[in-house]
């Protein structure tokens, strides 16, 4: 089949990556696209259209500053509405300035502070080798930083965390996805009710895991502070993760304080957990295998799971149990399974939700082959047959197309693909809702998740989420559930519904997590 590609090239226009994901997903999801992308002209984006084979000359000249529009289609006139959808998101907000509004536009910090002087965080969203430079400029101004950017080196990271310490100011990621300061919800957050659980996480989805399930289990948040998943590492040494707890310390509307990560340094946790404080602290540090000796004011969990639950009872609520019922679900879904079919495919959006699926699969069914592997024996390729958990959102599946958590679509022939395979007993799948997330995720995947249940495996889908953000997490579940899929209360339940299943133990769906 032949197809039309179209480049546009606006010199000096910078836009934020959340805007530019929307504009990718705009026109993947145009009639008749076939490949799509807004990015900014670095050079590392010009390679990725190159590789997928967009002429050379007609990217000439692109630099880091200039917004780069690409498209392929099945024909001109298809190409060229999707480049009309892309320059809708992008400017339907940004309508032609005056040249009073012009002069007022805020191009550098300083500027901005002029015109905000009352404001107090910076987010900092641009390509990685620019977002140092802008940080500092941040810290230099006495604002706290939200750094949404990623590809930042780790030694910029270490420089500027332990400037931020000295100055008492929070540096949030680099790739911090969500965090929630007071009532406001910084990238991909999701809409949850005030109440008195901080939140630390070294996580994103980790992050709106706890945070949405805190909502759903009749507490609430007062901040969510999203540090970077490499704080807790040898190298940097909890910086933030120190300073951050010690802000929820001292902060009146906090009552209880949740800590969240991936493993973590052993001597950085403990740590960490030793620092004095009066409040309670519940720490999930999922997958982390050493033991750690902590004071009595803090609680270990295994799970996400676990650590929102410890959280709401120690605020005063009263969380629910998942577990129950949930041997029976998963003894019906495993009845009539083809002999042959033992694996479990996970396809996530979450990188957080990936790790504590791999980590639960593990102890119930060996090894998780993945592409973000617990251990270097379990990398990709993996044997015929194994169990195997991709993140997709990792940079080798969104490099030239947009996040999963954006573009619903982009999960699509990778779930075709597995449900073809005759060895695969239980797809596993996360939905993540929230601002910044897609409109109607189940809306674009009900359909793929149904033809793939007829085709043989079992579906399990879980949906991060609450009611009240825009998506609505009842709404995504009832569309989902008439569509074929066995729909589990939280991501911990999911992986240990899809273990059940694959070993045909119905019990694991209902073991403490």
Not at 203 to 219: F, I, K, N, P, Y
Not at 438 to 460: I, K, S, T, W, Y
Request: glycine share 10%.
């Amino acid at each position: 089949m032949s197809l039309t590609s179209l480049v546009e090239i606006r010199p000096d226009t910078y836009l934020d990556s959340v805007l530019l994901l929307s504009a990718s997903r705009s026109m993947l999801e145009a009639p008749e696209v076939d490949w799509g992308a807004a990015v900014m002209g670095t050079p590392a984006n010009l390679d990725v259209f190159r590789a997928a084979g967009f002429d050379a000359g007609a990217l000439a000249g692109a630099r880091a500053n200039d917004l780069v529009l690409a498209v392929r289609a099945t024909s001109q006139d298809a190409a060229a509405a999707a480049l009309e959808a892309a320059r809708a998101t992008l400017f339907r907000e940004r309508p032609a300035a005056t040249a009073g509004e012009e002069a007022r536009r805020a191009r550098v910090i300083p500027e901005a502070m002029a015109q905000i002087p009352e404001a107090n965080v910076a987010v900092v969203s641009v390509p990685g080798e620019f977002a140092t430079l802008e940080a500092h400029r941040a810290l230099t101004a006495g604002l706290h930083v939200l750094l949404f950017s990623d590809n930042v080196p780790l030694a910029d990271e270490v420089e500027l965390k332990q400037r931020g310490r000295d100055l008492g100011l929070l540096v949030m990621g680099p790739g911090a996805g969500t965090a929630m300061l007071g009532r406001v919800g910084l990238g991909f957050a999701n809409a949850v009710r005030p109440g008195q659980v901080g939140v630390v996480a070294a996580a994103g989805t980790g992050a709106q895991e706890v945070m949405s399930l805190v909502h759903r289990w009749g507490q609430g948040c007062s901040h969510v502070i999203g540090v970077g998943g490499r704080d807790l590492s040898a190298s940097v040494g909890g910086a933030m993760t120190g300073l951050a707890l010690a802000a929820l310390e001292d902060d009146p509307d906090t009552s209880t304080i949740l800590l969240v990560s991936k493993p973590p340094s052993l001597g950085v946790a403990t740590t960490v957990l030793a620092t004095p404080g009066k409040k309670p602290l519940v720490a999930a540090l999922i997958g982390m295998d050493a033991s750690v000796t902590v004071p009595d004011r803090v609680h270990l969990a295994r799970s996400l799971e676990g650590g929102a639950a410890l959280a709401v009872e120690l605020a005063g609520g009263s969380p629910p149990a998942p577990a129950t019922g949930l041997a029976a679900v998963a003894a019906a879904a495993e009845q009539d399974l083809a002999p042959s079919r033992r694996a479990v495919r996970g396809l996530f959006s979450g990188g957080t939700l990936c790790f504590e699926a791999m980590v639960l699969l593990a102890q119930h069914l060996g090894a998780v082959h993945s592409n973000t592997p617990l251990r270097p024996g379990w990398a990709l390729p993996a044997p015929p047959g194994s169990h195997v958990c991709l993140d997709l959102g990792e940079e080798e599946f969104t490099r030239g197309r947009p996040h999963p958590m954006i573009d619903a679509e982009a999960r699509a022939e990778h779930i075709r693909r597995e449900a073809a395979d005759p060895s695969v007993a239980v797809l596993l799948i996360d939905i993540v809702l929230g601002y910044g997330s897609h409109p109607d995720p189940a809306g674009v995947l009900a359909p793929v998740l149904a033809e793939a249940a007829r085709q043989g495996p079992r579906v399990v889908v879980y949906v991060l989420g609450t009611d009240e953000d825009p998506q609505g997490a009842d709404t995504q579940r009832r569309r989902l559930r008439e569509a074929g899929c066995v729909i589990a209360p939280t991501g911990a339940r999911a992986a240990l519904l899809a273990a059940a299943i694959a070993g045909r133990r119905p019990g694991v769906a209902e073991e403490g997590s």
